[in-house]
């Protein structure tokens, strides 16, 4: 047995599984060859095979005091035309108000240089203090995070690290569809876990792993996005959560949270815990999260920046995945954002995330009051509390292939001849089944152009209703 530190002194522990865990002061967290089992082969030859680049390696030892580094082939900052990058951004406070902020000098050459893989160093400290104020996450648990290029990017990379081709995966369903694509080109066997309002259904799930066959390799994670589920719109409940995380814990399940929508919550309940958080919060051993954040949907979608949270030996093969393809995230991006962060504090972001939910929430309720007016009768919805899309059942008559009937034909030909596009419900079930459902934003749209979508839409219905 390895030894297992616990404030600096060696101790040997185990979860009560024949486990070894390791400790901080306050939270037990999987040791490393607990993770050992769970990654693809990929993986593997990347550690074993495709050393670490002898030189990115090297990077922080350049930050040693008094060290002269002969190492890397880095450009000279002298030959960079850019001598300062300057920007405005409405502030937190008063959106009315805008600040202006300028990167130059040092900050300027760090910025234009190449970086660390996992992100400009100040960046990734400023990054662990919110997933610490948000999620109460402390260092010293056994996790770290990294920067990606957008969330999706990372997403793509922990696939990758954690699933090898033909594996099974468990999938809330429906699903989003951005990641539909991944899991085809690696063969895996989708298993789809069925959702309601509350979030993906632990009884299902339960049942699947119980019922698991004996001969048959386990799922080794479920994929699941929490908050303002694309396309359901569902924000799973405190509870729900519970439920899914201790089958997790009880199957070694790792959880792979998809969370592009976590502040973007307007609902009336209290915000409920991320799974990140619950881990923590439950006690008993950590380490069965990998978190996904995204700044797409709160400061730009364009700007490509997003993060992933999680153990250390997970991160850890994601950054040697980072290291081999496109070395690192763009470093000027990461400081033109940490810039802006750091002026507004988190306190600061938060007022700002408040204001940006509270847009969306207002949103909202437009569609609702037009779904109500222009489809009363017509479709079946569960109102949103968080996110950007709202989910709704077209009142169909039944086909040869659907029960509830299929929106697919109504919405690419004749609701799109009509002048509207929505996206049918089939595109997000990875088996192609047919569904009355229809996935519609609401995002961009002011509020005479919800009402004209909608009417043209309850038109198509009822043209059809009169012909049946």
């Not at 063969?187 to 309002?197: G, K, Q, W």
């Not at 009142?395 to 919405?411: H, K, T, Y």
């Amino acid at each position: 047995m390895p030894e297992l530190t616990k404030l600096g002194n060696p101790v040997d522990s185990t979860d009560g599984k024949g486990q070894n865990v390791e400790h901080s002061s306050n939270v037990a967290f999987h040791a490393e060859e607990f993770y050992a089992p769970y990654f693809s082969k990929l993986a593997k030859v990347e550690k074993h095979e495709r050393k670490p680049s002898p030189i990115r390696s090297l990077y922080p030892l350049e930050k040693r005091p008094g060290m002269i580094s002969l190492l890397a082939g880095k450009p000279n900052p002298a030959s960079f035309p850019l001598t300062s990058v300057s920007f405005t951004a409405r502030s937190p406070e008063d959106s009315n108000v805008e600040g202006t902020y300028t990167i130059t000098g040092a900050a300027l050459d760090q910025a234009l240089q190449y970086s660390d893989t996992a992100g400009l160093p100040q960046f990734v400290d400023w990054l662990t203090g919110l997933q610490e104020k948000f999620h109460g996450r402390q260092k010293g648990e056994g996790w770290r995070l990294s920067v990606g290029s957008g969330s999706q990017d990372v997403l793509y990379k922990a696939f990758h690290v954690l699933v090898n081709d033909g594996d099974p995966i468990l999938i809330e369903s429906p699903v989003y569809a951005g990641v539909i694509p991944i899991f085809q080109s690696l063969h895996c066997e989708l298993i789809e876990i069925p959702t309601d309002a509350d979030g993906i259904s632990a009884d299902a799930l339960r049942q699947t792993m119980n019922n698991w066959p004996a001969n048959k390799p386990k799922p080794k994670v479920l994929y699941t996005v929490p908050y303002g589920c694309n396309p359901t719109g569902m924000t799973a409940s405190l509870e729900r959560r519970k439920e899914v995380l201790r089958i997790a814990r009880a199957y070694n399940i790792i959880i792979l949270e998809d969370d592009p929508y976590y502040y973007l919550y307007f609902g009336a309940r209290s915000r409920p815990a991320s799974f990140f958080a619950l881990e923590a919060q439950l006690g008993g051993t950590v380490g069965n999260v990998l978190r996904f954040d995204s700044f797409s949907k709160i400061l730009s979608a364009g700007i490509r920046l997003g993060m992933v949270s999680g153990p250390e030996p997970i991160i850890r093969a994601i950054d040697m995945h980072t290291m081999t393809s496109n070395l690192q995230v763009s470093s000027l991006t990461q400081a033109i954002i940490h810039a802006l962060l750091t002026s507004w504090g988190y306190d600061g972001f938060k007022q700002h995330t408040e204001r940006v939910s509270e847009l969306y929430r207002a949103k909202r309720d437009v569609f609702e009051n037009a779904m109500k007016k222009h489809l009363g009768g017509l479709a079946d919805w569960v109102m949103p509390e968080a996110g950007m899309f709202f989910w709704f059942k077209l009142r169909l008559p039944s086909s040869e292939n659907a029960e509830d009937g299929d929106s697919e034909a109504l919405v690419r030909t004749k609701a799109f001849e009509n002048g509207v596009l929505a996206l049918p419900g089939t595109i997000f079930l990875p088996n192609g089944t047919k569904t009355a459902y229809v996935r519609a934003s609401f995002s961009l749209l002011e509020e005479d152009q919800v009402n004209e979508a909608l009417r043209r839409l309850g038109e198509v219905l009822r043209n059809g209703q009169q012909k049946r």
